[in-house]
């Protein structure tokens, strides 16, 4: 269990670093900052999540789940280090994640825009103990910043309708989400 924790952080650390789809970023300590001020730890989208997004949402991180599973059980089964490195790279973001946006039936740019909105705000409830998911983070050794962004309502970039939306939802959108993390973050 402590690696599980160790390899999130690692992974988390890494995201944030490199600033990926749903990393979310490091940001001073400092609360002076408005809540409604755009940063880039806060869910954020440049329009209102609707009941389409979300059904879009859901059937893109499904297929993508499918793909991650398939390539895992590729990479499984792989007689070749090429085959099972390709296997492995197949499980990729930027290999499933537009795989998934045709899936939706959302545009490209508003299913990464919803998947990124979705996937950091169940994030941050999973690290507070919000929801039951895979994540966890050990507070007694975060850094003052980390305490600061988990003291933070994960809802804060969302407006009142989108936040609302997602609310209604998340009996469906979590456990797609956590299947999806620990087929991926926590490696199955």
Known sequence: MRRVISVSLLCLSTLS????DDAPAARPASDAAPASAASADAPATSRDLTAE???????????????VRAAQERARNALTPQDRGAAQQAQWEDQTIPEGAKASG????????VRNTVNTTFRWLDFQGKIDGPMQLDTTTAPPDMKARLARDPFEGLSPASRSELQAQMNRLVPAWIDYVKLTAVAG
């Open 17 to 20: 670093a490199c600033g990926g």
């Open 53 to 67: 997004d979300l059904d879009g949402y859901a059937k893109g991180l499904a297929h993508e789940t499918e793909l």
């Open 106 to 113: 959302l545009s490209p740019e508003r299913y990464r825009e």
